[in-house]
């Protein structure tokens, strides 16, 4: 199953977006999903939604910048995302999008707050949430295409129907 993180509903222009204040974040209209399914891997993310709202996801995001820059605010601070960077962003935290350029291209992996929950049961020494300041960083070129290659593993095991598939993941994770 290929999943699709879809930009709606907000109008692009060179490096700044506006956003309809009637929409929801598209993790918002994908909660349902995450909640099943626990992890969820969205590939080939070109844009970033709601620019300049403030966005609380109850579940770890982690992304991974291919390439282009983002501008935000992580618990009010600026911040700065570009390219061979992963971003840990721990759950109830604010995120908000200020811009991202034309050729921004990521992945995220969502995991819900209950999948986080048995991780940390499973393994409470590994999964201790230690806040950072600055939730990115820095790869080098191998360093990065690891983490891609860790996530393309921890997408098809999402997808997998198998009674199986959660302690799959969890091993994978770990």
């Known amino acids: 199953m ?22 929801k974040h598209p993790l918002e209209h994908a909660k349902k999903q995450i909640e099943e399914m626990g992890v969820v891997v969205y590939k080939n993310i070109k844009c970033m939604p709601a620019y300049g709202v403030p966005y609380i996801s109850p579940h ?4 991974l910048c291919h390439r282009g820059d983002v501008i935000l605010e992580y618990d009010m601070l600026p911040r700065e995302f570009h390219a061979n960077e992963i971003s840990v962003v721990y759950p109830n935290h604010i995120i908000k999008v200020h811009s991202s350029s034309e ?32 939730p990115a960083f820095r790869l080098s070129d191998e ?21 199986l598939r959660d302690t799959m993941l969890a091993n994978a994770l770990d």
């Open 143 to 163: 360093q990065f295409k690891v983490i891609v290659s860790a996530t393309d593993v921890i997408e098809a095991i999402s997808n997998l129907n198998s009674p």
């Open 2 to 23: 290929l999943h699709t993180f879809i930009c709606t509903n907000f109008t692009v222009i060179k490096y700044k977006t506006t956003m309809n204040p009637d929409c």
């Open 60 to 63: 770890l995001v982690i992304g």
């Open 103 to 134: 050729d921004y291209l990521a992945t995220i992996i969502v995991i819900s707050k209950d999948f986080l929950k048995n991780l940390q049961h499973r393994s409470s020494h590994r999964y201790q949430l230690e806040y950072q300041k600055r």
